[in-house]
């Protein structure tokens, strides 16, 4: 139409061209997420943590950057859901959790009341897991359980 004069400029110029997937992601298999979810000991706290992170990243298919800064308020246990308020697109979203994981919560919730912690995931130090301890921690569970991940 610009070649034919009948627009004086391209109105496609501002529009961004469409992302495509260049390659397909591998996932685990139930019995693998199973193995990693039975490699973790709950005794500790670092690891139960972990552990009830990786269910509600399961649950919500939440980023982990936006699991991580849940607080104790975006939980909420009579609806049994979750809402994620940091997100990528800076709008809420509200997720239902199973009760598995909303029971995870609670115990972390009783845990986060001893220790006075805001975050639900939250180290000692009441500092913020970064996604490279998440990373660290969900590999070492994936060696000690002997998954691959290609």
């Known amino acids: 139409m610009k070649r034919e004069e009948v627009l004086k400029e ?3 110029n501002e529009i ?10 591998e996932t685990l298999t139930v019995d693998e997420i199973k193995r990693i979810f039975n490699a973790s000991n709950k005794s500790y706290y670092a690891q139960f943590r ?3 992170l990786l269910h509600t990243l399961l649950d919500t298919l939440g980023r982990v950057d936006e699991t991580l800064y849940l607080k104790k308020r975006d939980v909420d246990f009579d609806k049994r859901s979750v809402t994620f308020q940091n997100t990528k697109s800076k709008k809420f979203r509200l997720v239902e959790l199973t009760p598995k994981t909303i029971g995870q919560h609670s115990s972390m919730d009783d845990l986060a009341s001893k220790f006075q912690i805001r975050e639900i995931c939250l180290d000692y ?7 490279y301890e998440v990373e660290d921690t969900v590999e070492e569970l ?7 991940i290609t």
């Open 50 to 52: 972990s552990y009830v």
């Open 10 to 12: 391209n109105v496609f």
């Open 16 to 25: 961004r061209n469409v992302k495509f997937q260049k390659h397909k992601v």
């Open 125 to 131: 130090d009441h500092n913020v897991d970064d996604i």
């Open 142 to 148: 994936r060696i000690d359980c002997n998954v691959e």
